[in-house]
């Protein structure tokens, strides 16, 4: 009997493949014939890095996405005549919107890509984690001392940005395992 093993190791985790001839009698005479099987076995591997990949660039493309409709709706809405100043008279520059959506919105790419790797039901877990943090996110609106206006008009921003991001990364995450 005569075998060659082959094992690559790449950023997947290991690939085994194993290939094993053996002698085979069909008539009890002299000659025989070789059979080969081939077998091959992947070991439990975190997730492929082009599945990694996707999670990234589809966040990335979301938060961009995102960023440009806070952005519009902040010009819009100021246009209209509402104001972003708190009570100091401290206002927010409407491209503010773009940078902060952008910047947490890529903050929500990074425990996406983990949890891909790590979570049993990594799309629902982000789903949950997403829409709490969201919530989150109005406390600061409703609390710095804003008009109702201004306030209802700086949540809007956040809902459309996770109504984009959200579908976006929960969509590229796996089913429960």
């Not at 008539?27 to 591997?45: C, I, L, Y």
């Not at 960023?67 to 708190?86: H, I, K, N, R």
């Not at 009570?87 to 409407?94: E, K, Q, T, Y």
């Not at 790797?117 to 609106?141: G, K, Y």
């Amino acid at each position: 009997m005569s075998g060659s093993h082959r094992a690559a190791h790449g950023r997947n985790g290991a690939d085994m493949s194993t290939t094993i001839q053996v002698p085979t009698r069909q008539d009890p005479g002299p000659a025989a014939t070789t059979a080969t099987v081939a077998t091959q076995m992947t070991t439990g591997a975190p997730a492929p890095t082009a599945e990694r990949r996707s999670v990234w660039r589809h966040g990335v493309a979301a938060a961009a996405v995102a960023s440009v409709a806070a952005t519009a709706l902040a010009a819009l809405a100021s246009a209209a005549g509402v104001s972003f100043a708190d009570r100091s008279g401290a206002s927010i520059p409407i491209a503010g919107f773009a940078e902060l959506t952008l910047v947490f919105s890529l903050v929500g790419v990074a425990p996406a890509a983990v949890l891909a790797r790590t979570a049993r039901r990594p799309q629902a877990t982000f789903t949950r984690t997403a829409i709490a943090l969201t919530a989150l996110s109005f406390v600061p609106d409703l609390t710095v001392g804003f008009d109702a206006a201004s306030a209802a008009t700086l949540i809007t921003p956040h809902t459309t940005a996770a109504a984009i991001v959200v579908p976006a990364l929960a969509g590229r995450l796996a089913h429960p395992r």
